[in-house]
């Protein structure tokens, strides 16, 4: 059974951060990029940010650019959200994702920047 499990997630003040983890099972994790994806009370679906297989490559929202770093590793089978000066409109539920046969989600974390 494929599952996701986000964790990391919780309540920061503005310009601080947080480390989010996405633990991954019943797949084989190092074939499959792996993506964060947000969503924001009464919002739609967001993409994040998104890692190769191999983490040779990485890529990012535009607004997450330079704030957001994502990582992997293959051999703890976990994906890795840093977020750093974290601004109001970052409060979301944070996802992580991976698309095979369907896309495959977590439960999310609750990511919330407030003073």
């Known amino acids: ?20 983890s996405c633990a991954a099972s019943g797949f084989t994790f190092d074939a499959y990029g792996m993506y964060w994806v947000r969503q924001a009370p009464g919002k739609g679906l967001e993409w994040v940010s998104a890692i190769r297989w191999d983490a040779g490559s990485t890529y990012y929202a535009e607004s997450m650019k330079g704030r957001f770093t994502i990582s992997r590793d293959n051999a703890k089978n ?10 109001s409109e970052d409060t979301a539920i944070y996802y992580c994702n991976f698309k095979s046969n369907r896309d495959y989600w977590g439960q999310g974390t609750q990511v919330t920047v407030s003073a």
């Open 78 to 87: 976990t994906v890795f959200l840093q977020m750093n000066s974290l601004k």
């Open 1 to 20: 059974e494929v599952q996701l499990v986000e964790s990391g997630g919780g309540l920061v003040q503005p310009g601080g951060s947080l480390r989010l």
